[in-house]
Each structure stands twice: as structure tokens, then as C-alpha cells.
């Protein structure tokens, strides 16, 4: 059983980061990437990771076949990789859950869009590393392990969830 601690570190870090590069699988079990935008305003991490996305769309599509996804995320001081499971509905209490201004760019007819679907990613394992702490910290890290030649500090751990 995953400890809470490991999930709060987790949701910690996933605030952090607005987007994300999701992976799925085409037919010929090739990765193919795209970003997302995080939903995770409206809903803070707890072992599930919620997006807004077309039914129409080639990501949807690659979903319905093969529902393994792996999110990679990136800042200067901080990484984290998930992989899980996708679950496409079109239950519209997810959406309205998530809806805001942001993403009535790609949905100009609104939460009720019939195309809209909620993604919820329900993670099965992450990995993540992560630096002492502010960007003075990461660049004293960097400069310390360049003098002693030792490598630098970074957090890394692996969580089943």
C-alpha cells in the first residue's frame, strides 16, 4: 500500500507544474507524444490526474485502443515521471469539475460540448527527482559537485501506487 506521504510529495510537486507531456501508444505500439494542460486546480492529486480532452481527437483515439499512458513533467529544479491507465467518460459532473475559461479555446460550444470528455489517469507507479530547493540551492548543488567532483544531490524516488 503507497503511504500518504509518498502521494502528498507527489501532489507537492505535480502543483508545480502546469503542463505536461502525455505519451500514449499507436497502433503499431509506437509512443507518441503531445502536451496537456493540468486540471489539477480543480482537483489536487490523489493517485488520479484529470484532463479535458476531444473525443475527436487522434489522443482519444489511441486511448480507446490502448489506455496506457506515461506523463512526463519538467521544470528547472524538478522531474517527474507517472505511468498509468486511462479512463475516457463522458459523465458530465467530471466536466464540470474541471471546467474553466482556459479551455474554451478548444471547446467553443461550451461544458456541453459533446465532444468533450473528462481523462482521468489513474496512476499505477511514479518516478521523481527533485533538487535541494530554490534555484540558489540547485545552482550551490551544482557548483559544490563541480569542486569536491561529487555528483550532485537530487532526490530520486520510485512510488507504486
Known sequence: ????????TLADLLDGFPLTMIVTLDG?????????????????????????VSVDSSTAGRLAERP??????SDHDSW????GHAELTSEQSY??????????????G??????IRALIVHADSAEYW???GSTVATVFSLV????????IEIENEKIDL
Do not use: C, Y
Open 130 to 132: 527533485d533538487t535541494p
Open 95 to 108: 466536466i464540470d469539475a474541471m471546467w474553466d475559461t482556459s479551455v474554451e479555446a478548444w471547446f467553443p
Open 80 to 83: 517527474v515521471s507517472l505511468t
Open 28 to 52: 503499431d505500439g509506437n509512443p507518441v507524444s503531445q502536451p496537456f494542460a493540468m486540471q489539477q486546480q480543480h482537483h489536487r492529486f490523489d493517485g488520479d490526474l484529470w484532463f479535458l
Open 68 to 73: 496506457v499512458v506515461n506523463l512526463a513533467f
Open 110 to 115: 461550451g461544458r456541453t460540448d459533446p465532444a
Open 1 to 8: 500500500m503507497t503511504d500518504h506521504d509518498d502521494i502528498e
Open 144 to 151: 559544490k559537485s563541480k569542486v569536491t567532483g561529487s555528483p
